[in-house]
């Protein structure tokens, strides 16, 4: 031992343990390089960030996107501003695909076998097996390959084509469950063209949504989010109205100037009512059409339709003037709350709606041909049917989940057991991998080459962000395919690889395109650009007989049992890719603020009828299952309607955190390294258990409303957790009956979101003596000129301190922000771009129900009554840092850890941060986080850590830094290039990601800057809690409403 | 009286002194266990972080620094009786300022571990401290949480000051009494008092200067304890009322926690009954009461401040307290505090030994609960109703709270053996002078 350290071996040793130390934390993991790459590419630098354009595949619609790497890793995913469906956006499930790439679910290795009898073997091995199945399937006499894989609108469809060609033909079928085969097929009767069309909102002044949750996950939400702004925040002459017609309010009613509720499935009678009183002043109509269209409304009076709906006579009056605005109106339907058997119905009277109002053509545009959803589900029952029958030797199911996403009746699992061979694919440990006999895992598609054509005249490239993630062995499915060709021997394609076919395919697209590049230049543009984008041409459609071949049946809401549906948000889809990410587990549902858990959804009324009570446990039961699950009253739903989230109820990787919860609390929780290993629970419930495998008869889409549900109350409390601080007084409310059917969940006249209103109605909010009162309404003048008041005086008060010409403390910046609340939908795409970006932490369902919660941007949803319209009403408000100048977190802690930069932000020093707490007590809109704990980034999940972001480890204190990464990164550039930082060259996360661009951020110092522009002349400024006189940086505008009404 | 001369004195005291017996052994294990339930509970703490207390999102200060408050207070009745007394010439106090000192200064004690045990790095609770270093990095005396630190530990040296030299003669008089190495410990600690005239004149010179210097601290370190929240924005703690209802709620609790541990004293040592008397005893049952009637007052004054601003938050957070989740904290303060303590209005009651213990205990747990009021539920129901929470304790946090009892009276359990504990010198002074001739 003594002479065992000698000079070289001590730097070995304290190499080690350096490496060690920064790689792993204290952890067993063997020793990692903290530079992944001995010869590194000639663009890189260590600490600089490298960015790569591709194209988002986590659904269809298929947005550009660009993917922030370090040190050759994935960190960040971003929208790509040159493309134009999302223009830089990104949503919350789009943001979360890194939680896919890295995921503790992900299948390392390829595998052969089934259940106990599973092994890894070799990919040459894998492989080989594969192919041999094939070739004894096609010797069987071909047609016997059933490819159920993702759908992809790109190159990889010739591909696969020309693959299953090779081994005698076989059936590939797109999944997807999203239900919009019933505006293609409404489309082809009415119009002749079986395509998704571009729905122009921005050219519309009145939009009427008939259950279309286009913020959600309808069509292509980052698109028609940008879209519905552009119409609805006045940025044209008038501000644009929205009304939602729907049995579920949803994320997207919820920010529409009224909603209407409806009984389940009768949207359609509304959709040809209206047409029917359009009719008479349809000038541009043709006599012959207007004739049959006459007698195809016939039935569809007021009085009926009145009757048929509980919506009153008035009201539909009201409605149809509405959207009078001579081709300035649109309609759109569809989303899981309208989808059940007659899915189709609706979206064709959705069309004679729009071609009575004479919207074709001007906000309703043919030609685009959108490629979204997958196949229809009749041919998934086809299939059935065939692997029934034995027809298919081999089964191939790639990244889709159907055990999963399939109702059981409809017999896939079954079916799928008597194929002789089932092959997954797929990139995660799924429900359906598991009871596959091989599992070759490809890689994710940010490993990946690949393309989409999402839209005519739009092509755009899907290349490599990363090599594979580390200690994962897997292959691209483009790769995949070629191998397993040339295996065979027999190979037709040429390409040794994936990224060589698509090279060649590309050619006759630079052949097409204008370029005046060579091929090499081209391909290359578009891989920096991340495709090419080209405009559609529009073509000009006539309503077609096919039509009327639907004929309008009247039927009213037989009984008065409940109609369940099943429906999805911003943060989970029915396809449920992200219903084992934890980031959109942890971030609440927006409108109940639930987190990792399904609840269901009963309308107030309904549940007083049954004796429920808020927050309770509920037994739902259909005829299929029965599930108990806590009820959340709510009145953002019809009478005879419940509604249960999608894509819920999968097993989720996650720490096993230990907690005292339901436990006796004067006995000791002891925790061991072992529970810190990822544990795999249900989080929620998997809706598609309650539902049939009913769909819509024409189209096939799969009917996620419709399913008759009846609800027993168990009266046991639920544990629901929220992040609502106001839900634990709503449960223990003893009266259910109180004005608005559940607790208060209002901001109590706290000023958080203030709103003004387009006309000299008075305020909606119960006055009341106090001086508070005043900054929560103002009466407006219809004078264009005085729209709005005139400035706060807080915010110019504010803006004369900073644009002092006199060198201060700040020069030359200082960073503010405002929030634009009236284009805020409260989608949550922010908290998640703030989780990915500041490595923010995660902390359970057990840690955020005793406030352990850590984010640190939060939408807080306030619901209002108003006394006007005796409704309540929902309004969001993102809620961070508000980096005050006058701030209270920064006198109170006794080690200067928080400070006030020259830059005007509140900085806050891990290392110097003691934890007394007194910040976070002191801070009024309570954005400090403190951690309780040291929290783990289960492996891979930590390899998608932020290097620019400091991990926090226990017992310091944090919050929203105004992303002062990215500002030091832009400080740096600048000051390399002599200058100062160009406005709008810094966004913050939370921005970048914003579809409805709420947020601007800049430096308040530059004249010229957007945020001091706007804050200089905006007079719907405010600060929130000004009394306290913390003058914070972030001016809110406020939420201009309606005729003081809303949603 | 009449049948206590300066010699039974000294017996009792050092009576009170002999090698403890089987009663102190068991009671001591009970009080080390407890303290060890503490220490295993904060070990826990410090290698896991605050997973396993109460704190939460918005409540960041819980029952740690409750309970800091709680100890502060009940460390302010010593000083109190054994200086502002002493001024203001209450002989009342003689009997009972010894212990009551003691007791002060094991409560500061106990006190000064929370705000360091409430820390989430607490290993790096020193940064609080204004020491030169390197770094140049240096404390931020705005906070009033670095108030604390100066006040508690000026507070502590002073306290522990007087309390020394209050004990010199009566330490004296031990050693008189003792042989071998105890009378040499005896000795060491006594300074070499030798009861001279010259060493009283100077003695009693010194103990008034002290009693002057630790009277303003009283008033001061409880005044800026309260600050710690009267400066901060919170609503229910942003209030200038905070110092005086402190002060106050201070001498309540301290004055309570002087009758819990004097009651069983006098019990354990039935030496001390006759020096201990009940009149002594009904004394501190009037500061109870006294105490009891402005703290309630203080309670009201809150409220009507609350209505009569009209400030919103701060009429929702009074609301909050009687009519919210938390209410079964502010219901049970009320009663404690401003119910339980008037019966001593009658003598009956001021002079039962039982029925002033039972209200001391219930003032105790009506002073803890009052400070986890302050801390809980403003916090708990602040400016934004989307970040309005509720407390709900946790085992580590309760260990602790056990755990500072057992440390507290470890050091009460030890000084009452090695120390005496009444005031022999102060307790001859209220005799009548021995005359050879009479006895």
């Known amino acids: 031992m003594k002479n065992n350290i000698n000079r070289r071996n001590f730097f070995k040793l304290s190499a080690i343990g350096s490496a060690t130390v920064a790689a792993t934390g204290c952890s067993p993991d063997p020793v990692e390089e903290l530079i992944p790459l001995l010869v590194p590419p000639y663009e890189y630098v260590p600490g600089e960030s490298i960015h790569y354009a591709t194209t988002c595949q986590e659904c269809t619609a298929a947005c550009g996107l660009v993917i922030r790497t370090r040190e050759g890793r994935a960190i960040k995913a971003e929208g790509n501003p040159e493309n134009p469906l999302n223009r830089g956006r990104l949503c919350a499930q789009g943001q979360a695909i890194l939680q896919g790439l890295y995921s503790p679910s992900r299948a390392k290795a390829p595998t052969s076998g089934k259940d106990a009898a599973r092994r890894a073997v070799i990919w040459a091995d894998g492989q080989k097996i594969l192919v041999d199945k094939l070739v004894a399937a096609r010797d069987k006499g071909g047609k016997n390959i059933l490819y159920i894989g993702l759908p992809r609108s790109g190159t990889f469809q010739t591909l696969l084509q020309q693959w299953l060609q090779l081994f005698g033909d076989g059936t590939a079928i797109q999944y997807d469950l999203n239900p919009v085969n019933s505006l293609k097929t409404a489309n082809q009767l009415s119009f002749g063209r079986k395509e998704i069309p571009h729905f122009a909102m921005d050219q519309a002044e009145v939009l009427l949504s008939f259950g279309a949750d286009f913020m959600e996950s309808w069509l292509n939400p980052m698109q028609l989010t940008r879209s519905y702004t552009q119409m609805h925040s006045g940025m044209k002459k008038s501000k644009g109205k929205f009304i939602y017609v729907s049995p579920y309010m949803s994320l997207t009613g919820s920010n529409a100037d009224e909603w209407v509720s409806c009984p389940s499935g009768q949207e359609y009678v509304i959709a040809l009512a209206l047409s029917r009183m359009l009719l008479a002043e349809a000038a541009h109509l043709n006599p012959q059409e207007k004739t049959q269209l006459q007698i195809y409304l016939e039935g569809f009076s007021i009085e009926k339709t009145a009757e048929m709906t509980g919506i009153s006579a008035v009201q539909l009056q009201a409605l149809a003037e509405a959207f009078k605005r001579a081709g300035k109106s649109l309609a759109i339907a569809g989303g899981n709350s309208s989808a059940g058997k007659d899915a189709t119905r609706l979206q064709i009277a959705v069309n004679i709606l729009n071609y009575v109002a004479g919207n074709i053509g001007k906000t309703v545009l043919f030609g685009a041909d959108y490629q979204l959803g997958g196949d229809s589900l009749e041919q998934i029952e086809s299939a059935v049917k065939a692997m029934n029958e034995g027809r298919y030797e081999v089964v191939i199911i790639e990244n889709v989940n159907p055990i999963f996403t399939l109702p059981a009746e409809s017999g896939f699992n079954q079916a799928l057991s008597k194929v002789p061979w089932v092959v997954s694919f797929s990139t995660e440990n799924d429900e359906t991998s598991a009871l596959a006999d091989q599992h070759l895992p490809v890689s994710h598609f940010l490993e990946s080459w690949g393309d989409a054509a999402p839209r005519s005249g739009l092509v755009s490239l899907q290349q490599p962000t990363m090599s594979v993630v580390p200690a994962f062995d897997t292959l691209e499915i483009g790769d995949l395919l070629l191998q397993t060709a040339r295996l065979t021997g027999e190979t037709p394609f040429a390409a040794v690889s994936y990224q060589q076919y698509l090279q060649e395919s590309w050619r006759s697209k630079h052949s097409q395109s204008a370029s005046q590049l060579d091929f090499k230049q081209f391909w290359k543009q578009s891989l920096q650009r991340g495709g090419v984008y080209g405009d559609f041409q529009p073509a000009q459609v006539t309503l077609q007989g096919g039509v009327y071949s639907v004929k309008p ?72 299952d029965s599930v108990e699950l806590a009820a959340w009253l709510f009145y953002g739903l019809d009478r005879d309607t419940v509604a249960i989230p999608a894509g819920l109820g999968r097993k989720v990787a996650f720490p096993g955190y230990r907690s005292s919860r339901g436990r006796a609390k004067f006995l000791p929780v002891l925790e ?59 449960i223990k409310s003893r009266k259910t009956e109180d004005k608005s059917g559940f607790g208060d969940r209002s901001q109590k006249e706290r000023g958080f979101v203030q709103i003004v209103s387009t006309d000299g109605a008075p305020s909606p909010f119960e006055a009341e003596h106090h001086q508070l009162r005043k900054r929560h309404y103002t009466l407006n003048r219809k004078d264009k000129s005085s729209f709005y008041d005139p400035l706060d005086e807080n915010v110019r008060q504010h803006v004369q301190m900073a644009g002092k010409e006199t ?123 403190f951690n309780y704990r040291t929290y783990q980034f289960p492996s891979p ?58 947020i601007t951020f800049g430096n308040i110092k530059d004249k010229n800057s957007r945020v001091r522009q706007h804050k200089s002349t905006t007079k719907r400024g405010y600060t929130q809690l000004p009394e306290i006189n913390f003058q914070p940086a972030i001016t809110y505008l406020k939420k201009v409403n309606h005729n003081n009404r809303k949603a | 009286m009449s049948q206590i001369s300066y010699g039974t004195i000294n017996d009792r005291v050092v009576q009170s002194m002999e090698p403890p017996g089987r009663p102190w052994l068991v009671s001591m294990v009970l009080v080390l266990s407890a303290l060890s339930m503490g220490v295993f509970a904060w070990s826990y703490q410090l290698r896991q972080g605050l997973e396993y207390s109460g704190i939460s999102h918005p409540i960041a200060w819980g029952v740690y620094i409750t309970n800091f408050v709680f100890w502060i207070g009940i460390g302010h009745a010593g000083t109190l009786i054994s200086a502002v007394l002493y001024l203001v010439r209450a002989p009342f106090r003689n009997s009972i300022y010894r212990a009551s000192e003691a007791m002060t200064v094991f409560a500061v004690m106990t006190a000064g571990l929370f705000p360091v045990i409430h820390l989430g790095r607490a290993w790096f609770a020193y940064w609080l401290l204004p020491y030169p270093n390197q770094r140049e990095l240096w404390v931020n005396f705005k906070s009033p949480l670095l108030w604390d630190v100066f006040a508690i530990s000026t507070y502590m040296s002073v306290s522990i000051a007087f309390f020394i030299l209050g004990l010199i003669p009566d ?60 400066m901060a924005s919170v609503p229910g703690w942003h209030s200038t009322i905070f110092a005086p209802y402190f002060v106050a709620g201070a001498i309540f609790s301290g004055c309570a926690m002087v009758l819990t541990i004097m009651i069983p004293l006098r019990k354990a040592f039935p030496g001390f009954s006759e020096i201990i008397q009940v009149k002594h005893l009904e004394s501190m049952g009037k500061m109870i009461v006294f105490t009891s009637l402005i703290v309630t007052y203080s309670y009201a004054v809150e409220f009507f401040i609350a209505y009569y601003s009209g400030a919103r938050y701060e009429r929702a957070l009074f609301w909050f307290r009687p009519f919210g989740e938390m209410r079964v904290f502010f219901w049970l303060m009320i009663f404690c505090n401003c119910l339980v303590p008037l019966p001593l209005f009658i003598k009956k009651f001021r002079t039962s030994i039982p029925a002033l213990f039972i209200i001391s205990i219930l003032v105790n747990v009506g002073m803890w609960l009052e400070r986890f009021n302050i801390v809980g539920t403003s916090l708990a129901h602040e400016y934004d109703p989307f970040a309005w929470g509720s407390y709900q304790f946790e085992w580590v946090e309760i260990w602790i709270t056990i755990g500072s009892f057992g440390w507290f009276f470890m050091w009460f359990f030890i000084f009452v053996k090695i120390m005496p504990s009444i005031a022999v010198a102060e307790m001859k002074e209220t005799l009548p002078p021995p005359f050879r001739n009479k006895r």
């Open chain 1, 553 to 624: 049946e009247i039927s009213k809401h037989a009984d008065n049992s409940l109609t369940l549906l099943a429906v999805n948000s911003s943060l989970h889809n029915a396809n449920s890719r992200g219903g084992n990410k934890t980031w959109l587990l942890e971030i609440p549902h927006p409108i109940t603020q639930v987190v990792w858990d399904s609840w269901i959804e009963i309308h107030p009324e309904t549940a007083i009828k049954l004796g429920i009570r808020h927050g309770e446990l509920v037994k739902v039961s259909t005829q299929n």
């Open chain 1, 672 to 730: 061991s390294a072992a529970d810190l290993k990822i544990q795999y629970k249900t989080v929620g419930y998997n809706v598609m258990n309650l539902l049939s495998w009913a769909r819509d008869q024409q189209s096939g889409d799969f009917a996620f409303a419709g399913e008759k549900v009846t609800l027993q109350r168990t009266g046991r409390k639920s544990d629901l957790v929220t992040l609502d601080g106001q839900y634990r007084q709503d």
């Open chain 1, 807 to 929: 060198p201060g403390y700040h020069d030359p910046y200082k960073w503010e922000m405002i929030i634009d609340l009236d284009r805020c939908t409260g989608c949550s795409a922010c908290v998640v771009a703030c989780y990915a970006e500041n490595n923010i932490p995660l902390v359970g369902k057990n840690g955020i129900a005793v406030g352990r919660e850590m984010s640190w941007l939060r939408i807080e949803r306030y619901i209002e009554y108003n006394s006007q319209t005796q409704k309540p009403e929902i309004y969001y408000t993102p809620e961070m840092c508000q980096q005050c100048d006058n701030a209270g977190c920064e006198p109170v802690c006794p080690v200067y850890a928080t400070y006030q930069t020259p830059d005007g932000l509140n900085a806050m020093i891990y290392n110097r941060c003691v934890g007394t707490r007194y910040c976070s007590n002191n801070c009024a809109y309570k954005q400090r986080r």
């Open chain 1, 941 to 998: 999940l930590h390899m998608q850590l932020n290097p620019a972001v400091s991990v926090r480890d226990k017992g310091v204190m944090e919050k929203c830094t105004f992303c002062q990464h990215r500002i030091r990164e832009m400080k740096d550039i600048a000051k390399d290039q002599g200058r100062n930082i160009y406005d709008g060259e810094i966004q913050t996360a939370c921005q970048q990601s914003c579809p409805a661009d709420a």
């Open chain 2, 171 to 230: 330490l004296a008089a031990i050693r008189d009494e003792s042989k071998g190495p105890k009378r040499f410990f005896y000795k060491m600690a006594s300074l070499g008092f030798r009861g001279t005239n010259h060493q009283w004149l100077h003695y009693m010179r010194g103990y008034l200067l002290f009693a002057a210097i630790a009277t303003p601290l009283v008033f001061s370190v409880h005044s800026i304890v309260s600050w710690d929240f009267a």
